[in-house]
């Protein structure tokens, strides 16, 4: 097992690749191990193989190489519907000529299980989901909103061990969207199921996950939970994929006692940064820093710190903060962004200023 994770692995992809034309890989060597009741998002840009990997867990495809394994057993050889995983799908719709209890009945009666029991299990998923009132309706007679709550009781009424949702929420306006993100989260947490939730929606991710796999290219770039993800990123696609990001490019000229390094920029200016993922003189860079972590009010500039000039060239108000565009080291779309207390500075287009950080925050990664 080339698994690093310490949790129980209810759910393990070991080694697993995919190949659909028998030549290309969409998946490159997943190693996953997903601990019981775990809320896991995999997160990542268009077919870099998401999907792919939720139908495999789910039995819809097959692994190429490698196995999976549920509680401990290879289920590469189990059929999807004896796997006991609850699925809920953008496009995986409810059954239009059936009303909601209809629709919650089937998952059951395909397990066999007699009216009064299969009754009891459906007015309480129905409950969970708030929507107690509604099994005689049909789905043409509720909104976008409602139908996914029934579609996440659907998946929950046969009180599944593990969850598998790809996209949910993708077609809900973005207040639904919120509220549903809420309502999923504090139920699968309440049931203790495990989740392996997809979304191409990094604040989704973060907002819901106690582990977030970031995809790209088949493979997993980074696994964390949300903190660390957004504040410790190991590489450069991580960090742009993640939150919002300022790179600036350059060249290592010194490494330095710890993990910190100095950085000179493509214009020839000098900066601190933390050495993450450079390793000698000479390496190309870049640096990441997050646009809450930039200072320019000179006391808050640790002493010593190297700083940059930069100018001011677009103000925009958002009520909470304020957004600040900068030109700095040659890039024209370097972001601040400051909170909107009382004692701040609204800096003004045109306005010449110098910006630093702690070392530790602007982070040197691979070029
Ligand atoms: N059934 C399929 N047959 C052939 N190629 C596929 C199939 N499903 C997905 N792919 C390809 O596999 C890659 C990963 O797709 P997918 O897993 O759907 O990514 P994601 O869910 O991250 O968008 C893409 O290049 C996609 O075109
Ligand atoms: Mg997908």
Redesign the pocket.
């Known amino acids: 097992m080339t698994n690093t994770d310490t949790n129980d692995g209810f759910v393990v992809f070991d080694r697993v690749q995919k190949s659909?034309?028998g030549e290309t890989l969409?998946?490159k060597d997943l190693n996953l191990a997903i601990g019981r009741g775990e809320f896991l998002t995999m997160l990542?840009?268009?077919?870099?193989?998401?999907?792919?990997?939720l139908?495999m867990l789910a039995g819809f495809?097959t692994a190429t190489h490698g196995d999976i394994l549920l509680g401990g057993t290879p289920i590469n050889n189990i059929p999807p519907h004896k796997r006991g995983i609850g699925m809920v799908f953008q496009n995986y719709a409810l059954f239009p000529h059936m009303t909601v209890a209809e629709n919650l009945a089937f998952p059951l009666e395909v397990r066999g299980l007699g009216k009064s029991e299969r009754e009891t299990k459906i007015k309480r998923a129905l409950e969970m989901v708030q929507m107690g009132d509604f099994g005689n309706r049909r789905p043409a007679q509720l909104s976008g909103g409602q139908q996914q709550r029934i579609a996440l009781a659907r998946a929950l009424v046969f009180e599944p061990e593990l969850v598998l949702m790809?996209e949910p929420l993708g077609a809900l306006d973005k207040q639904l969207r919120e509220h549903m993100q809420f309502e999923i989260t504090r139920l699968a947490h309440e049931l203790g199921i495990t989740t392996v939730y997809?979304t191409?929606d990094q604040t989704e991710a973060l907002t819901m996950s106690d582990r977030v796999a970031v995809?790209d290219d088949?493979r997993i770039q980074q696994l964390d939970p949300p903190d660390v993800l957004y504040e410790e990123p190991k590489n450069s696609f991580v960090a742009q994929f993640i939150g919002e990001n300022n790179t600036l490019v350059g060249e290592v000229v010194e490494m330095k006692p710890g993990d910190l390094c100095v950085v000179r920029l493509d214009d020839g200016e000098v900066i601190d940064a933390k050495a993450v993922n450079v390793h000698e003189v000479g390496q190309r860079t870049k640096v990441s820093i997050r646009p809450e972590r930039v200072e320019y009010n000179k006391e808050r500039i640790p002493e010593g710190a190297h700083t940059l000039h930069a100018e001011v060239l677009e103000f925009i108000y958002m009520g909470d903060i304020f957004r600040t565009r900068l030109k700095v080291a040659g890039n024209d779309e370097f972001i601040i962004k400051t909170r909107n207390a009382p004692d701040q500075v609204r800096l003004k287009p045109g306005q010449k200023i110098e910006i630093g950080w702690l070392p530790q925050d602007c982070r040197a990664l691979d070029a």
Do not use: A, I, R
């Not at 990542?44 to 990997?53: A, L, V, Y």
């Open positions: 659909y034309d969409v998946v990542g840009p268009s077919g870099s193989g998401k999907t792919t990997c139908m495809e790809d997809v191409h995809f088949g």
